[in-house]
């Protein structure tokens, strides 16, 4: 494995980390927590260390399942996790029920970390963010309210997810912000113009989540297969015009892939790690076979040549779609 420095730490992350999300929600039924225990334990051995979960994937289930691996390795794993999404009465799927809001109002971060805490079993977290910024409290109360938890010793970084570059800037004023969770892969790019170049300024590391557009950059994702519980289902990326134009944008990409004699999945994280030396991307997996081809890509060095065949790919295949629909585009402000 290869590392990053973390933020302005001595810290050193693996290249790539793991995202569990998957392991315990959003897609689907294929849920299997042996298997998932597995590829946890299997990072540890391939010297990935950086997990990213969150408190509202399947309602805490997914920091549970985590702990069960966690509690005898705590010292190798640098554990992430988040809180600001609720589910009304922390029941039912956030990701194709109604009714998920986002709190981040003092009493509910106290509570919050407490909780996280028991579920994970660890008296500390080392990267806590706020999955979105409330736009019903002000942003000082919430990162005040942060900053205490890192005084008190039960997280010691604090993130944001999906902010916009100045509430980033204000957000690192009060207390310093480690790490930047967003979107960034070969399907949406919108973080580069001012957020990737503000954290890379900061020194922030910037984590991409989904690098692999949900799976669909890999090329290998049967859309016909997924279950009316999946939550791609109702993302625009897998539908019509956009779908097609994704599907074609992927077989181009596997043809660079074939040509280097590397997977297209690997081509779409080597991508994103090679955009700036601050990136950590954690391609989301509950699969052995997928984590250990993922783990490959941290030594796949694309060529400025590669880079540009693959710019000249997304250019043929711009019509990429919108990568919310209107229930999740709530959550999200424009930079
Ligand atoms: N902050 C936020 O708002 C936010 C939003 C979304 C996600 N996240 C975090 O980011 C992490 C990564 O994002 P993500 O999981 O949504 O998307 P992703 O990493 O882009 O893709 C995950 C999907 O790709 C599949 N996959 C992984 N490696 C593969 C390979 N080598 N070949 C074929 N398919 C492969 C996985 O399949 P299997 O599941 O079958 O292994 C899963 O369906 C999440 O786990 C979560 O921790 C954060």
């Known amino acids: 494995m290869n590392y990053r420095k973390f933020a302005n730490t001595h810290i050193e ?18 849920k299997d927590d ?3 225990i597995a590829t946890l334990e299997r990072s540890i051995e391939l010297g990935i260390n950086f997990w990213d979960s969150a408190d509202i994937y399947a309602n805490g289930t997914n920091e549970k399942l985590i702990s069960q691996v966690l509690k005898n390795n705590r010292d190798k794993i640098f554990m992430a996790t988040k809180f600001g999404f609720r589910m009304p009465d922390n029941k039912g799927d956030s990701f194709i029920a109604s009714g998920i809001y986002v709190d981040c109002s003092v009493k509910h971060i106290k509570e919050a970390v407490e909780n996280s805490l028991k579920r994970l079993k660890t008296d500390y977290i ?10 019903n409290i002000p942003l000082e109360e919430t990162i005040e309210a942060m900053s205490q938890l890192v005084k008190e010793g039960k997280v010691k970084y604090l993130g944001l997810s999906e902010c916009t570059a100045d509430e980033l800037k204000k957000a690192h004023t009060i207390h310093p912000i480690s790490a930047l969770q967003s979107e960034y892969s070969l399907l949406y790019r919108e973080v580069e113009k001012e957020i990737l170049p503000l ?4 020194g922030i590391t910037f984590v991409p989540f989904a690098p692999l557009g949900r799976g669909l950059m890999s090329n290998k994702l049967d859309i016909n297969s997924l279950s009316s519980s999946d939550f791609r289902k109702n993302l625009p990326r897998y539908e019509g015009e956009y779908l ?5 944008l992927t077989a181009a990409l596997e043809e660079l892939a074939l040509s280097k ?9 080597a991508w994103v790690i090679a955009q700036s030396d601050n990136i950590i991307p954690i391609p989301g997996t509950k699969k052995r076979t997928y984590l250990e ?5 941290v030594d796949l060095n694309l060529s400025s040549s590669d880079l540009e ?10 019509n990429v779609g919108p990568r919310y629909s209107q229930r999740e585009n709530k959550f999200i402000k424009k930079s």
């Open 13 to 30: 992350l693996s290249k790539i980390g793991l995202g569990c999300m998957g392991m315990s929600a959003a897609y689907g039924e294929d």
């Open 261 to 269: 004699n590397v997977t297209t999945a690997q081509v779409a994280i």
């Open 34 to 36: 042996k298997e998932s």
């Open 126 to 135: 080392d990267l806590y963010y706020a999955h979105r910024i409330d736009p």
């Open 244 to 248: 097609q134009n994704n599907q074609k």
């Open 309 to 318: 065949k693959i710019e000249v790919i997304l250019k043929k295949y711009p």
């Open 293 to 297: 081809s993922n783990a490959k890509a």
């Open 199 to 202: 954290t890379k300024e900061l």
